[in-house]
C-alpha cells in the first residue's frame, strides 16, 4: 500500500505571478511619496516602498518579497538619479529585510511570530545597512556629490547635532567626526526603525490582505 504524501505547495503558480507583479507595481509607486525626515540629511529620505515586500514574503513566501524587491528597483532604474547605486542599496537591505522575516514567519505562522520576524528582519536589516552604506553606497554619492569630500557629506551631519536654544544657535551636542560615526548614530536607527513601521502597518492590513492574495479563505 502506498503511503500518501502532503503536496508541497508550488513556489511559482499563475496567481502568485499575478499578486508578485501586483505587489511590485505597488512597491514602485510607493517609491515615489519620499518623506523627508527632519533627523536625517536631506538626502536621506523615508517611503514606504518595503512594505509591499514584507506582505508578499509572509504570503507568497521569503523568495517573492526578494523578487519584488528586484523588480521594483529594476522598474525604477529607468527614472534612477543616483547612478543606480541607490536602487542596489535599497534592493540589498529590502532584500534582506523580505527574506529574514518571510523565513522567520513561514516556520510558524501566527500573528506573534510575524511580529517578531518582522523585528529579527529590521534589525538584521539595519545592521547590514552599515556595511552596505560605508562599503558600496557612500564611496559612490561621496566621490559624486561631494567631490570627494568626506568633511562635506559628515558636515551634514554635524548640522542636525546643533543645540536650539532661544537664540536659535548653540554648540554641538555632539559631533560626527567619522562615516562610520554617522551611520551608526544615523542612519542605522532610521533604517531599524523604518523596517519597524512597515512591520507595524502590516499587522494591521496583512490578515484581509492575505486572504486576497492567496485567494482562499483562512
Not at 537591505?93 to 520576524?117: D, E
Request: hydrophobic residues 55%; proline residues 6%; positive net charge.
Amino acid at each position: 500500500m502506498e503511503q500518501a504524501t502532503t503536496a508541497k505547495p508550488k513556489v511559482i503558480t499563475p496567481r502568485k505571478l499575478a499578486m508578485g507583479g501586483m505587489l511590485s507595481a505597488i512597491a514602485f509607486v510607493l517609491m515615489y511619496l519620499e518623506i523627508p525626515i527632519p533627523i536625517m540629511p536631506s538626502f536621506i529620505k523615508f517611503d514606504f516602498s518595503d512594505l509591499p515586500a514584507l506582505i508578499g514574503a509572509f504570503a507568497l513566501g521569503p523568495v517573492w518579497g526578494v523578487v519584488i524587491e528586484l523588480i521594483k528597483n529594476l522598474l525604477h532604474l529607468a527614472v534612477s538619479q543616483s547612478m543606480f547605486i541607490g536602487e542596489l542599496s535599497n534592493f540589498i537591505l529590502g532584500g534582506t529585510f523580505a527574506l529574514v522575516a518571510g523565513l522567520i514567519y513561514g516556520r510558524k505562522k501566527t500573528k506573534k511570530n510575524a511580529f517578531l520576524a518582522g523585528l529579527i528582519g529590521a534589525a538584521v536589516m539595519g545592521i547590514v545597512s552599515i556595511f552596505a552604506n560605508y562599503f558600496i553606497v557612500y564611496p559612490v554619492y561621496i566621490d559624486a556629490y561631494f567631490n570627494g569630500s568626506l568633511d562635506t557629506c559628515l558636515a551634514m551631519y554635524n548640522a542636525i547635532c546643533w543645540e536650539v536654544p532661544d537664540s536659535g544657535v548653540g554648540p554641538h551636542l555632539f559631533e560626527i567626526k567619522s562615516l562610520m560615526q554617522a551611520l551608526l548614530i544615523f542612519n542605522l536607527p532610521f533604517t531599524f526603525l523604518k523596517g519597524m513601521i512597515s512591520v507595524g502597518i502590516s499587522m494591521l492590513i496583512y490578515k484581509p490582505l492575505s486572504r486576497f492574495i492567496k485567494g482562499k479563505k483562512e
